[in-house]
T-cell receptor
Framework: EAQVTQNPRYLITVTGKKLTVTCSQN?????MSWYRQDPGLGLRQIYY???????DKGDVPEGYKVSRKEKRNFPLILESPSPNQTSLYFC??????????????FGPGTRLLVL | SQKIEQNSEALNIQEGKTATLTCNYT??????LQWYRQDPGRGPVFLLL?????KEKRKERLKVTFDTTLKQSLFHITASQPADSATYLC???????????FGTGTSLTVIP
């Protein structure tokens, strides 16, 4: 089954404790992206990757890091989480060509609480 | 500043009626605009895409229009059903760059 998986689904942590949220897709998509979703603000893009070893900042990259060492995986790293990073996070993937990079497939989400 | 606005209030309609959701944008030149459905606690699911040179797109009971002069897209669900109750998001990708930009969504409730 074609899907995007994220882990963990729920995470409670404390300020400053480094964490990684994993994202994996099995559709051989070039384009992958991370979003955060907050009430009243909608989905905001954090980082995206056009392909392996190619990453770019989205609208809200501060406090986050990403890496794309393999095509299928795109982990989101919070080096020193702060309470304002409490949010619902989604990973998404789509084909990479400009003609095909239209339909995004989203993961189930990771709900993060930073105390 | 760049902005994408959707119906700010929740939309309640009677089963069988047509639901119309609005997406307005400013300061973007979108190559295309998309609509997604999101159920509580789940990731968005792609529904329809319309390109800047298209006026209308249909898929079963769904219809999307796109007016680049008004900078507006309308999303219609005809013969609505309670199962259509969800939050609907519009998203656009500008002609230049590789980012997606989402609206805040409209919550739709179809009353039996």
């Amino acid at each position: 089954e074609a899907q995007v998986t994220q882990n963990p689904r729920y995470l409670i942590t404390v300020t400053g404790k480094k964490l990684t949220v994993t994202c994996s897709q099995n559709m051989n998509h070039e384009y992958m992206s991370w979003y955060r979703q907050d009430p009243g603000l909608g989905l905001r893009q954090i980082y995206y990757s056009m392909n392996v070893e190619v990453t770019d900042k989205g609208d809200v990259p501060e406090g986050y890091k990403v890496s794309r060492k393999e095509k299928r995986n795109f982990p989101l790293i919070l080096e020193s989480p702060s309470p304002n990073q409490t949010s619902l996070y989604f990973c998404a993937s789509s084909t990479g060509t400009s003609g095909g990079r239209k339909t995004q497939y989203f993961g189930p989400g990771t709900r993060l609480l930073v105390l | 500043s760049q902005k994408i606005e959707q119906n700010s209030e929740a939309l309640n309609i009677q089963e069988g009626k047509t639901a119309t959701l609005t997406c307005n944008y400013t300061n973007y030149s979108p190559a295309y605009l998309q609509w997604y459905r999101q159920d509580p606690g789940r990731g968005p699911v792609f529904l329809l895409l319309i390109r800047e040179n298209e006026k209308e797109k249909r898929k079963e009971r769904l219809k999307v229009t796109f007016d680049t002069t008004l900078k507006q897209s309308l999303f219609h669900i005809t013969a609505s059903q309670p199962a259509d109750s969800a939050t609907y998001l519009c998203a656009l990708m500008p002609r230049t760059g590789n980012q997606f930009y989402f609206g805040t969504g409209t919550s739709l409730t179809v009353i039996p």
